[in-house]
C-alpha cells in the first residue's frame, strides 16, 4: 500500500514485530509527519533498519520525498536494501545503495593514477568536461533517470549490483547510481555525502528532490560528532610541502619555490625539539608570515593566490597530456589560505603535529582540527525534513542530542530491548582497575586470573577487549597466554586489513572446536565493526576504560565544549567517548535474538555512578557487581552457560 493513508503496519514486511519495534515505528512515523528529530536508543539485533524504514516510509510516499539513509560500512548500506527489498515484496518501493568513485570507477586511467593529492572527483569532473570517458559519455545516451530505472532487473539495488549492470553495458557505474538517486524513495549512503560540506553542496542539488522532502537517518548515529569533526577538519604534512617544492623547481616557478622553502624550514625548526608522538598550539597567521618573511616575499602578498592559480595550470596541463592532474603547490595553497580563513573562529584549534608515519618515520604536519560537530550537521538539519538518529550506543540521550545539534524539541526515546534476559550476564568486578596508580605487576595478574576463569567456564569462543594495546601486552606479559588453556588470537597495533581479516576467520572456527580467545582493544576494527554471532564469541571481556591520552587537542576539544554545551566539555569529549568505545566492544557477543552471552567489565570504575550513566539499559538491565574473586567469576560464567 501507498496511498495517502498508509501506516507503518503496511510497510513492516515481517507477520509480526518483536518487543519494542511497534513503539519505535510508532514514534519514528509520528515523529516524522510532525517535522521533529528524534534520537533513540535501541541495542543490536533489534530490527533498527527495518523498523525504521517501516515508520519513514508512509511519509515519503505520501509526500513524494526521499529517504537519505546514511551509515558507516559498505555491508550496512547494502543492508537497507535487503530490508528494503522485503518491503518491496507487497510495496511500491525503490531504492539504491551508494559506493564513492573509487569503489565503483571502470576507467583504468583513474584506477591507476588516483592519489589523495588530487581528488578522484575532480580527475572524474575534467574528464568528463573534456568528454574523454567513454563510460560517462555512454551513461549520457542511455535515457532519463526514470527510463534507466524502468530498464533495471529490479527496483531495488545494491551498489555492488548497479555496478555489475554498468560494466556490462559499459555505463559509469557511480554516475549511473546518481542518475537513479534521483528518482528512488531511499538512498542508502556514506556519512561523508551529507556531512562534508563540499560534498554535500554538489550532492544534495543533484538528487533533484527538495530537502524540505528529504528525511535524514543516522545510523550508528554514535559516530556522528566524530565524523562530522573528521570531514570539517584538515591536515598538511611536510611531505606535502616538499613535493610543492620540487614541483616548483620543475616548472621553475621562483616565488613558489622560495615560499614553500621557507614553509618547509619554518615547520621543521618549530618541530626540532618535539618528541616522535607530540603536538603544540600554533597561530597559523604567525607561521605564515614567518614563512613569507624567510621567503623575502613581503612585495607578494598574494602568493598563496599566485599559488592556487599555477597549480590550476599544471593540473590542467597534466590532464591535457593525458596524465594524472595532481599539484603539491595547489594542495599547499588551498589548505594554508583555508587555515588563515579561520585562524579567528573560536570552533577550530591550529596544532604542530608530530606522529610515527609508515614504519617508524617520523610524520610532522599542520593540522586545522574542528571542535564542533554542530558547524557541520546544523547545516544539514536545517535544509532536511527531520532527522531519525539510533544506535545501541547512546546513553545519555540528551548528551547525543546535544552534539547531532538537534535542539530542545527533539524527540528522544529508548525501546526496549527484544533479547530474554535470561541470554544476558553482565558482571563488573570490584577491586580492580587500569588506572594509571593501580597499574602493577600484581594487578594484571589478577586481571589474568579473572580471564582465565571467563574462558574456562565459557563454552566456545571468548573475546577480551583491552583500554590500550600497552594494556593487553601487560596482560600478556603478567602470563595471559601461558595461562591460558585455549589458542590465543591477538590483534596487533598496525596490523593490514587482510592480516586481520585472516586472525579472525581463524579465530571464529574455533568457537564450534573447543574454543579459543581473542585479544583486541577497545575502539579497534574488531570491537566495533566486527559481528561475533553464536558461538564465534559467547563472552566478552572488556578490561579498562579506554580514556584518550590529553593532548593539547583534547584540551581544546574539551574547552570547547565547555563554552557550547554549559560546562559539559569533560563528559562529552572525554568521558563519552571512551564510554562508547567500551560499550561497542561489550555488544560484540550479543547480535541476534537467539544469542546468549557474558559480558564481564573488568574494571571497578565501571560500576561507579559517574560512568553507569553512560550505559545503556540493554546492559544495565542485566549487570551486577561481584567480588575480586576469580571462583566467584569462574562459578557465575559456568552457571549461565549451564542454564
Not at 545503495?97 to 588530487?118: K, P, Q, T
Not at 525534513?385 to 524539541?409: K, Q, R, V
Not at 544495565?620 to 552457560?641: A, G, K, L, M, R
Amino acid at each position: 500500500m501507498t496511498g495517502d493513508s498508509s501506516s507503518y503496519t503496511d510497510f513492516f514486511p515481517y507477520p509480526e514485530a518483536r518487543d519494542g519495534q511497534e513503539d519505535m515505528m510508532k514514534r519514528i512515523e509520528e515523529s516524522v509527519k510532525a517535522g521533529l528529530h528524534i534520537c533513540s536508543e535501541a541495542p543490536n539485533g533489534f530490527g533498527k533498519t527495518c523498523v525504521t524504514l517501516s515508520g519513514v516510509l508512509p511519509w515519503i510516499k505520501k509526500k513524494k520525498g526521499k529517504v537519505l539513509y546514511c551509515a558507516r560500512t559498505h555491508r550496512q548500506l547494502d543492508r537497507v536494501m535487503e530490508e528494503l527489498e522485503e518491503i518491496s515484496e507487497n510495496n511500491d518501493v525503490s531504492g539504491v545503495s551508494f559506493r564513492g568513485r573509487r569503489h565503483m570507477c571502470l576507467n583504468s586511467f583513474v584506477l591507476e593514477n588516483a592519489d589523495f593529492v588530487a581528488p578522484i572527483s575532480e580527475v572524474c569532473g575534467q574528464l568528463k568536461a573534456t568528454g574523454r570517458c567513454t563510460y560517462y559519455e555512454n551513461l549520457r545516451r542511455a535515457g532519463n533517470p526514470e527510463q534507466l530505472l524502468e530498464d533495471m532487473p529490479k527496483k531495488v539495488l545494491t551498489a555492488p549490483e548497479v555496478a555489475k549492470i554498468a560494466a556490462g553495458r559499459s555505463l559509469c557505474p557511480y554516475e549511473l547510481t546518481k542518475r537513479l538517486a534521483k528518482v528512488v524513495d531511499v538512498v542508502a549512503l556514506s556519512y561523508l555525502y551529507v556531512f562534508d560540506p563540499w560534498i554535500l553542496e554538489v550532492f544534495i542539488p543533484d538528487l533533484d528532490t527538495p530537502p524540505s522532502k528529504m528525511v535524514l537517518v543516522q545510523d550508528e548515529a554514535h559516530n556522528v560528532p566524530a565524523t562530522a569533526l573528521d570531514s570539517a577538519s584538515d591536515s598538511l604534512t611536510i611531505g606535502a610541502v616538499r613535493q610543492a617544492l620540487r614541483e616548483a623547481t620543475t616548472y621553475n616557478d621562483e616565488p613558489s619555490k622560495d615560499f614553500s622553502r621557507a614553509l618547509a624550514k619554518t615547520i621543521l625548526e618549530l618541530s626540532s625539539d618535539m618528541k616522535q608522538v607530540e603536538e603544540r598550539i600554533v597561530d597559523p597567521r604567525q607561521i605564515v608570515e614567518s614563512t613569507i618573511k624567510i621567503a623575502q616575499l613581503e612585495h607578494q602578498p598574494q602568493i598563496l593566490a599566485h599559488m592556487k592559480d599555477l597549480g590550476n595550470k599544471i593540473r590542467r596541463g597534466l590532464l591535457k597530456a593525458g596524465k594524472f592532474p595532481r599539484s603539491s603547490i595547489h594542495r599547499v595553497s588551498e589548505f594554508l589560505t583555508r587555515w588563515l580563513r579561520c585562524a579567528e573562529r573560536k570552533d577550530y584549534a591550529f596544532l604542530l603535529a608530530s606522529s610515527r608515519g609508515y614504519g617508524e618515520t617520523r610524520r610532522v604536519s599542520l593540522d586545522l582540527v574542528a571542535l564542533d560537530p554542530t558547524s557541520v550537521t546544523e547545516n544539514v538539519l536545517s535544509m532536511v525534513h527531520n532527522s531519525i538518529a539510533m544506535s545501541g550506543t547512546m546513553s545519555p540521550l540528551d548528551a547525543y542530542s546535544e552534539m547531532l545539534g538537534f535542539g530542545s524539541d527533539a524527540v528522544k526515546a529508548t525501546f526496549q530491548s527484544p533479547f530474554a534476559r535470561r541470554n544476558r550476564l553482565g558482571l563488573i568486578v570490584s577491586g580492580l582497575d587500569t588506572s594509571f596508580q593501580n597499574r602493577s605487576k600484581s594487578t594484571f595478574e589478577r586481571m589474568v586470573d579473572h580471564c582465565v576463569a571467563v574462558a574456562s567456564a565459557t563454552p566456545s569462543n571468548t573475546g577480551i577487549f583491552t583500554s590500550s594495546y600497552s594494556v593487553g601486552k601487560s596482560l600478556i606479559d603478567a602470563g595471559l597466554a601461558k595461562r591460558l588453556r585455549r589458542k590465543l588470537f591477538v590483534e596487533k597495533s598496525g596490523m593490514k586489513s587482510v592480516e586481520n581479516d585472516k586472525l579472525i576467520e581463524d579465530f571464529k572456527k574455533q568457537g564450534d572446536q573447543g574454543g579459543a580467545v581473542l585479544l583486541g582493544v577497545q575502539g579497534g576494527r574488531n570491537s566495533e565493526g566486527g559481528d561475533f554471532p553464536g558461538t564465534t564469541m559467547e563472552s566478552v571481556i572488556v578490561v579498562g576504560v579506554p580514556y584518550a591520552k590529553p593532548t593539547p587537542r583534547m584540551e581544546a576539544q574539551i574547552n570547547y565544549y565547555d563554552s557550547r554545551f554549559n560546562q559539559k566539555g569533560r563528559d562529552y569529549a572525554y568521558v563519552l567517548p571512551a564510554m562508547t568505545r567500551a560499550i561497542q566492544a561489550a555488544g560484540r557477543p550479543v547480535r541476534r535474538l537467539d544469542d546468549r552471552g557474558v559480558i564481564v567489565m573488568l574494571d571497578q570504575r565501571f560500576g561507579t555512578p559517574y560512568l553507569s550513566r553512560f550505559i545503556p539499559s540493554w546492559l544495565t538491565d542485566v549487570t551486577q557487581v561481584i567480588q575480586d574473586d576469580p571462583e566467584v567469576t569462574s562459578h557465575q560464567v559456568e552457571s549461565f552457560f549451564i542454564v
